[in-house]
């Protein structure tokens, strides 16, 4: 496992995008887990928080010692400068340290940049090899642009809180902000991208190539994961609705009681349905030609899953995932976060992470993912006090001490 000693950051950064200078500004979840996902594969990256409060997600949910835990996880690899934006002198500092860096990620409401000179007209001219990522609720452009916008209210508009849930049932919400995940991890491809483009339009003019604006939109990221919901709806007409535990039109594919529990099975391919079907002793459902495709067995999925269900029922779940293993069909349990933490296969694939914090307690994060064979991620610092970079990172820029205290009287600095 990599230490996480917070001093550790002169270190050489590791990872393949060691050397790429970012800067975050926004807070919450979108912009921060996507500089996070830099920052884990070696970018070198600046958040910019509000001095006093910092981002809040320092104060959401569970609080060890005053810090949320989630900030632990949200901010590793980063550095912390604390600025008021509101200020223009904190603005300047913003636009010098976008010209020497390589991207730029916020996540503030459209025309919140603008307002404080830190547009992309602004930033592109003084460093127009500057990737600008923004994340927002509904975009930068269209009817919906200036309304407010979070995860949850994205997850709606984008389809998926309508097929969440028991049929006729409340929507329910996935349990995690999975709206803003998926428009941090869209957030990233379009970084990568960009910075292909960028590699490729380098000239004696721009040297370091052009760099551009990536729109991100919440909703769209949710959208853009809703696999057949428009094509079907196009060409049939079709408004997919929730179906509780199942897939609807793959077959058989449901969540099973089991005498102590739920399994998991998804037996939809043609020869794992067979095997299901010869290990739960309905060798007449295995050879039934109606069944043997996909369409035949949705049209029959009441019957397969109840002769799934009922000879799952008098098992427990371990004995239902033994046999299911044993005829090679996908199955699996149910997990709460404490079977994570005690899976050994979780551990192995290095995706527990222990991560030594200030105080010299240990604190178990998430791992890293995608794993890449050369240049994998790493966990190089503990995440920072609110403005535990200030000082250095704006000494960097050629600040002296007299000015950085001057800023520091002002408030503008914390």
């Not at 969540?255 to 309905?282: T, W």
Request: a negative charge.
């Amino acid at each position: 496992m990599q230490s996480t000693d917070s001093s550790s950051i002169d270190a050489p950064a590791a990872g393949p995008l060691a050397g790429l200078r970012v800067v975050e500004l926004g807070q919450l979840i979108a912009g921060p887990f996507a500089a996070r996902t830099l920052a884990d594969f070696g970018a070198e990256v600046v958040k910019i928080e509000p001095p006093g409060t910092g981002d809040p997600l320092r104060q959401w949910r569970m609080l060890k010692d005053g810090t949320s835990v989630w900030w632990q996880a949200q901010s590793r690899n980063k550095r912390s400068l604390a600025l008021d934006l509101r200020e223009p002198e904190a603005q300047a500092i913003v636009r010098q340290l976008a010209t020497e860096a390589d991207v730029l990620v916020e996540n503030f409401r459209p025309g919140a940049m603008e307002g404080w000179g830190l547009g992309p007209e602004v930033l592109h001219a003084l460093n127009p090899s500057l990737v600008m990522l923004r994340i927002s609720g509904y975009g930068q452009t269209g009817p919906y642009r200036d309304r407010p916008g979070f995860g949850v209210v994205a997850e709606a508009m984008g389809g998926l809180r309508h097929l969440t849930g028991e049929p006729g049932r409340v929507p329910v919400r996935v349990g995690v902000s999975i709206g803003d995940t998926l428009a941090s991890l869209h957030g990233v491809i379009g970084v990568l991208l960009a910075l292909q483009h960028r590699h490729a339009t380098t000239s004696a003019e721009v040297p370091k190539g052009r760099g551009q604006v990536i729109d991100v939109a919440l909703y769209e990221a949710v959208f853009n994961c809703m696999e057949s919901l428009l094509p079907e709806y196009s060409a049939f007409g079709a408004v997919r609705e929730a179906a509780g535990s199942a897939l609807p039109g793959i077959a058989p594919t449901n969540a099973y009681r089991c005498s102590d529990g739920y399994a998991i099975v998804a037996g939809n391919g043609d020869s794992i349905f067979r095997r299901l079907m010869q290990c739960i002793g309905r060798a007449d459902l295995a050879a039934d030609p109606a069944l043997a495709s996909n369409a035949g067995r949705v049209a029959q999925v009441e019957k397969i899953d109840a002769a799934i269900g009922d000879w799952a029922a008098s098992r427990t779940v371990s004995a239902v995932l033994a046999s299911l293993e044993a005829a090679q069909v996908p199955a699996g349990r149910i997990y709460t976060v404490a079977d994570i933490a005690a899976d050994p296969h979780y551990a192995a694939r290095g995706m527990l992470q222990p991560a030594r914090q200030a105080d010299g307690s240990t604190l178990m994060l998430p791992g890293f993912v995608p794993k890449l064979s050369l240049t994998p991620a790493s966990h190089r610092r503990a995440a920072p006090a609110l403005g535990e970079d200030s000082d250095a990172v704006l000494r960097e820029m050629g600040l002296n001490d007299d000015q950085i205290a001057t800023l520091r009287s002002r408030g503008i600095v914390g």
